[in-house]
């Protein structure tokens, strides 16, 4: 589901604990899946908290598709993804 979603660029709903552990609902952009050492990460734009996250794979609950796709193009935001890891690099 997840590739397919990519492709075409389709909003999912993920289940994923916050930060003390309590599951909690996002709505997703997924953009790329990404390997770093064991893990595997998904890289979106995440609407609930209006920036691109990285979650981890293992730790995604539940993942549904919407059935309908993000506005704009796949590209542009990889680009902007791209912009904000340079930036954090260079702070």
């Known amino acids: 589901m997840l590739p397919r979603a990519i492709t075409d660029r389709l909003k999912l709903n993920l289940k994923y604990p916050d930060q003390s552990g309590e599951d909690s609902e996002r709505v997703i952009w997924p953009l790329l899946i990404a390997y770093l050492d064991s893990q595997r990460y998904i ?49």
Request: with cysteine; net charge positive.
């Open 43 to 91: 890289v979106a734009w995440c609407e609930s908290r209006q920036g691109f996250r990285h979650f981890r794979a293992d730790r995604v609950g539940e993942l549904a598709e919407f059935g309908t796709q993000y506005p704009g193009r796949r590209a542009f935001l990889l680009k902007a993804w791209e912009d904000e890891v340079a930036s954090k690099k260079r702070s």
